[in-house]
């Protein structure tokens, strides 16, 4: 039997078969309950915006707007719901990027069956939770690369600038993306002449193997 306010969860993902079975593991956890599961971060985001939302779980890597552009978004509404991050990749880009747009956590969908439940009672208590040992192995990762002189890469585009990357590579025309966006097709071109410009890159191709790359669309 449900408990009489289970707490409302928005689950993310491009992959039918993982939704059903996240939302088989989230329904069976007393109070927790999943009100809504869609497709893509840009559909999560709508969703979101009813307000009925406690917490948000979104893949990481979606169509149209990945994970941490969702919650980049959601993180601007009146009142944002918790978000966690899932990963198939123990990434420390994607990670610490995780971190830098406000979930609550990042869980790899590995040990999702394990850790998942754990992460959203965490969230719902405003704590931050962070599988260990992806954590650790992130971590340990990113130490390293700074004894070896290595430095994090700046943020190279904007926030703006990754959505139209993102839809570039997807294979939409100018035109979509303006559509997509709500923007004017010369404001889509100048996005895409500053992107090439300071990626030093050429065409859709090579445009389309750094989106990958950066996670925003998956291989």
Known sequence: MMPPNPARILLADDHALVRRGVRLILDGEPGLHVVADVGDGAE???????????????????PRMTGLQAARELSRLRTPPRVLILSMYDNEQYFFEALKVGAS???????????????????????????????????????????????????????????????????????????????????VERHRANILEKLGMRDRTQLTRYAIRAGLIEP
Not at 44 to 62: Q, W
């Open 44 to 62: 999560a985001v709508a969703r979101a915006r009813s307000g009925d939302i406690d917490l948000a779980v979104l893949d990481v890597a979606m």
């Open 105 to 187: 956590g990042y869980v790899l969908k590995s040990v999702v069956d394990q850790e998942l439940v754990e992460a959203c009672h965490a969230a719902l208590r405003g704590e931050t939770f962070r599988y260990p040992s992806a954590a650790s192995t992130l971590i340990r990762s990113y130490l390293q690369r700074l004894q070896r002189g290595e430095r994090p890469r700046p943020a190279v585009l904007t926030a703006r600038e990754d959505e139209v990357l993102k839809l570039i590579a997807e294979g939409n025309s100018s035109k979509e993306i303006a559509e997509a966006l709500t923007i004017s097709l010369k404001t």
